[in-house]
């Protein structure tokens, strides 16, 4: 059974300089973390990230831009950007059984990122785009990063809603006081990050981004960054929301969630009593939650699910999402390549 991991991680030689050049470690220990095998791992797009697939059992990456991707860079990230997607539609024209990809997106530039997002699909058979929480200063919801969103619904290119670092105010006020360590582990993969990312998704949802663009479509990790858990009180804000829908039909209807190494069938159960198997996606996170002893395969094997199901899980509910892009825009990418 073929198995394809839809939010597997790499960084540029580019765009970690660009990070440096920008400080932004002063303010996102995050940037530290990218270091050691966990660098080496990121930026390796041949032979030795096929090898831990091959190991871990995975067939297939969706490649896309680790956090805190471009979300405060300038202008200059337009031709980071570009420049990083055509390296990445290289790396997939040399593996097309082995790697898809996620746009890059110069995000501070909404209507640059909009363009770019659109290129990337329609020439490059890139299969969506991942944005690494706030923009700045700007949650996902600001209406001068709405482009984005438009056109991604137009594509029918799903959006990644990946965690980043919460704003520093955030970090002193619920995530220090500990060890330096402590505090930074606590403010992202602890907790902070998750919180971060989901309340982006519900912050979308109560400005009524899918009342006004119904037919697109959100991925969240890591079993749906803490909001699945949450659903019933989430609920309760339909009397005062003013949505056109419940917020659990945005849940059923404009959100997927993937596993993101959290190999829990627990979370697996959850996840699906909220949005339905139909809508579950899998993952590794490689290369964070990278495990050896074909692990990933393993989880598949062992999740509790009837074969059916494993296969939507492992590889036939991402395979449908994107089918459209497929079956518009194949063409275009394949001229290119040729």
């Known amino acids: 059974m073929k198995l394809i991991g839809i939010e597997e991680h790499f960084l540029t030689a580019d765009i970690r300089d660009a990070w440096t050049a920008a400080g932004l470690e002063a303010t996102d220990p995050s940037v530290a973390f990218h ?35 471009l ?4 202008s200059e990230s337009i031709d980071l950007a570009r420049r990083t997607n055509d390296a990445l539609a ?10 898809e990809a996620m746009a890059t997106l110069p995000v501070s530039m909404p209507d640059e990122a909009a363009l770019e997002l659109g290129r990337c699909v329609r020439t490059l058979d890139f299969k969506g785009t991942v ?27 799903p ?26 582990a606590f403010a992202t993969y602890g907790l902070g990050w998750h919180y971060d990312a989901g309340i ?21 990790g890591h079993w749906g960054e803490v909001v699945l858990f949450y659903a ?10 003013g949505l056109i829908q419940p917020i659990a039909h945005y849940l059923r209807n404009n959100l997927y969630v993937t596993s993101s190494g959290m190999f829990l069938p627990h979370y697996l159960m959850r996840a699906a009593e909220i949005v339905g198997f139909d809508r579950l996606l899998f993952s590794t996170d490689y290369p964070y939650q990278y495990r050896a002893g074909n692990d990933a395969r393993k989880f598949l ?21 994107t089918a459209d892009l497929t079956r518009r825009f194949t063409g275009a990418s394949m001229g290119l390549r040729l």
């Open 35 to 69: 270091a050691g095998a966990i660098e080496g791992r990121l930026l390796d797009l041949a032979q030795g990230r096929l090898a831990l697939m091959d190991e871990t059992g995975l067939d297939i990456q969706v490649l896309s831009l680790t956090t805190p991707g």
């Open 71 to 74: 979300h405060n860079l300038g």
């Open 90 to 99: 290289e790396v997939v024209a040399r593996h097309p059984t082995r790697f």
């Open 131 to 157: 944005l690494s929480g706030k923009v700045g200063q700007l949650h996902l919801d600001d209406t001068s990063l709405f482009p984005i969103f438009q056109h991604a619904e137009t594509l029918g290119a």
């Open 159 to 184: 959006i990644l809603i990946h965690p980043r670092m919460p704003d520093a105010a955030v970090q002193d006020a619920y995530y220090s006081g500990f060890a330096p360590a402590v505090d930074a």
């Open 200 to 220: 982006q998704f519900i912050r979308l949802v109560l400005a009524g981004t899918f009342d006004r663009l119904p037919k697109l479509q959100v991925i969240l």
């Open 232 to 241: 019933e009180r989430l609920a309760a804000m339909d009397r005062v929301s």
């Open 301 to 321: 094997d062992s999740c509790g699910l009837g074969d059916a199901d494993k296969r939507a899980f492992g590889f036939a509910n991402w395979t449908r999402l």
